[in-house]
């Protein structure tokens, strides 16, 4: 399956149904994206880079998502998770035994984000052939965004 910028197209409109934003320059996050899809029970999770247009409209509408590509999240029922609390929102979306995630959303979250940072920060300084066996561009199906018309 192919993981494309849903915006592309539609400018003006904001998707329907839950979307997850991730670093689209990342590996690693390419990977986790690949392994939700592979993981997901009912097909209804979006996927958008938040360098792309997807995440820029999503802004104007959740303030609280992050300029910074260090994070993930998950913009679903009027709400913008951020890192740990993210990845237990989406979690509602998985098949079993993952989706129980999703019942520990309540725990505070810098108990998760502490966790969070850490793999973040590894994957970050990894090179993305390490951590996902290949080319990057290649081996996950991620279409990047497209060049701008000159």
């Known amino acids: 399956m192919t993981v494309v910028d849903i915006m592309r197209g539609r400018p003006r409109e904001l998707p329907d149904g839950p979307v997850m934003l991730y670093d689209g320059d990342c590996g690693f996050c390419a990977r986790s994206v690949q392994w939700i899809l592979e993981h997901e029970r009912d097909q209804?999770?979006?996927?958008?880079p938040l360098q792309g247009p997807t995440a820029a409209r999503?802004?104007?509408?959740?303030?609280r998502i992050p300029e910074a590509i260090d994070s993930v999240v998950f913009v679903a029922d009027g709400r913008?998770?951020?890192r740990?609390?993210?990845i237990l929102h989406?979690?509602?979306?998985?098949r079993a035994p993952w989706r129980w995630g999703y019942a520990i959303r309540w725990v505070p979250g810098f108990a998760f984000d502490l966790g969070y940072r850490?793999?973040?920060a590894v994957g970050l300084r990894q090179e993305p052939r390490a951590l996902v066996g290949g080319d990057h561009a290649a081996c996950?199906?991620?279409?990047?965004?497209?060049?701008?018309?000159g």
């Not at 209804?44 to 958008?48: E, Q």
């Not at 999503?58 to 303030?63: E, I, K, T």
């Not at 989406?90 to 998985?94: E, V």
């Open 44 to 48: 209804a999770i979006r996927f958008a």
């Open 58 to 63: 999503l802004r104007q509408s959740y303030p």
């Open 80 to 82: 913008a998770p951020l």
């Open 84 to 86: 740990s609390k993210a």
């Open 90 to 94: 989406a979690a509602r979306h998985l």
């Open 118 to 120: 850490l793999v973040a």
């Open 140 to 149: 996950v199906g991620v279409a990047p965004d497209p060049e701008p018309d």
